[in-house]
């Protein structure tokens, strides 16, 4: 479908309903003068490509651009048109991505371009300018992917390797579309087009002419143009495993204070958060942020300060050598780092009923995001989960589905979910909350067509019609191959601080005459932020604040002093009149 409107050959511009074509008024021309050059534009000039990447920023001067999507291919549609006071690109020219679209020029005039690296730097300096290109590339990029723009997953609902390449896609927030090999029309002729046999599926189609048979997360990326993970790199003063808001925060402060910083993930940045569809209790944003908005932001910060961010590169090991450590990566690469944030957050635990693994990714979700809401729209879908996760879905699925049905195990929805919530939740005339109530069964061949639900205070069971499942029941650390490492609680969460001093060797700890600091583990260098460390507080802004914290802790560690939780040397007894006490505290 096309957003433009075309009469008697002419394209009428498309008008900014969303926020995501806005002017930039004369005032922004004029900064952006000073640092690019004006060029005059002819007719069917191609400005930027689909799967290439951004090299300048062009403002439209006079003239007008058609944003297109599957140029010159058999799918070939109109995105947007732009005319004068307008500016072209996509969030991947903020961040080293690809292009997933084409933008031509319809009538010949003149525009404004920008080297891109400059204008990186001119969205860090100028806030107004920053926010007002931030959101219209925000914006464009879900109007992609509602669009079902990008590239395409051919592959069959029942392929575990399908679910895990839409997920990848999905959590990257990267246009795509799946093709489903079981019933998608298309995916016959697409079979026969690229001579692709069932047995190679999945794979990934772009451009009309590009195919990846079964890759791997890596490959996929590598494969749309996201920058290449290198991990491989020598030495860095610290490496933040994780690119939540945690780790993204520990990126940030890192490269801020002139540290090299390295921040890894397996999947992609901004973890649970970045599936939030709204955060409304986070501090500056009273009218709340969604998850994507919010990490794309921090992602761009840690981007104009330096740190490098790498995606997907997954950490395996972590050894201690000289004083340092050596973090290993699964594909064998290693890097030597000074000090390291453990920022790997956690993962949603599965909902264990019989049957729920086949239809997982196809109708059950442990996320709630643009993408799978849109497969969600005429039928009612159930959330599982009484807190604020649960919550946020449950209204976000509201404004998509005609009904939604929160089932929670418990009898008092406040028991676990901010009062604000439960509120807006009580409140809205599409969501049932359904007390005492679990999954016993689910029901659907191809794809889930109703529940058995059960209510736990008098056993009574009945089928419930939905069309989509969302669980959010809680979640485990990321910390499997830290267990012969560090020292973890019962749950698997890392131990930090004080409780870190009574698992430490304090063999480890006496040449430094001090114990673990605040958020430091049972080896000296090695913090803890966020969700993965033990007892922490389950909020995207306490996360945050543990990701800064840590790095002024790795500071302390560099310079020796330890001095937030001390652990008392062989000279020190009992204190006299006036001498202060040096113990162990967990209060800075």
Known sequence: MSTAEHKHGAVRETPDRYGAFPRLTPEQIEDLSAHGERRRTTRGEVLYREGEPFREFLAILSGTAEILQDHGGPE????????????????GLLEDEAAFDTAVVREAGEILAVPVERQRALVGRDPVLGDLILRAYLGRRYLLIGLGAGFRILGSCYSPDTVRLREFAARNRLPHRWVDLEKDKEAEALLRRFSIRPEETPVVIWKGERVLRNPSNAELARFIGLPAPSPEAGRCDVMVVGAGPAGLAAAVYGAS???????????????????????????GFPSGISGGELIERAVLQAHKFGARLMVPAEVCGLTPQDDEYVVTFTDGSRTRA????????????????????????????????????SLCQADPVAVVGGGNSAGQAALFLAHHAPRVHLLVRGGDLTADMSRYLVDQVERHPNIEVLLHTEVRG?????????????????????????????????????????RSVLALDEKGFVLTGADAQAAADATRWDSLGRGPLLLETTLPGVFAAGDVRSGSVKRVASAAGEGAMAIRLVHEHREKTGNLVRTAGPEESRPVAGQSVSRRSTTP
């Open 442 to 482: 689910v029901f659907g061949e191809v794809k889930l067509e109703s529940l058995i639900v059960e209510d736990n205070a008098s056993s009574e069971r009945r089928e419930l019609r939905a069309a989509a499942l969302f669980v959010f029941i809680g979640a485990r650390p990321r910390t499997e191959w830290l």
């Open 338 to 373: 000074g000090a390291v944030v453990l920022a790997s957050g956690v993962r949603y635990r599965r909902l264990e009923v019989p049957g729920i693994h086949r239809l997982e990714g196809i109708s059950v979700y442990y996320a709630a995001t643009v993408h799978e809401a």
């Open 76 to 91: 070939e549609r109109t995105v947007a048109v732009l005319g004068p006071g307008r500016f072209l690109g996509e969030l």
């Open 257 to 283: 204070d002139g540290l090299t910083t390295v921040t890894v993930d397996a999947v992609a940045t901004g973890g649970q958060a970045a599936t939030s569809s709204r955060i409304e209790n986070y501090l």
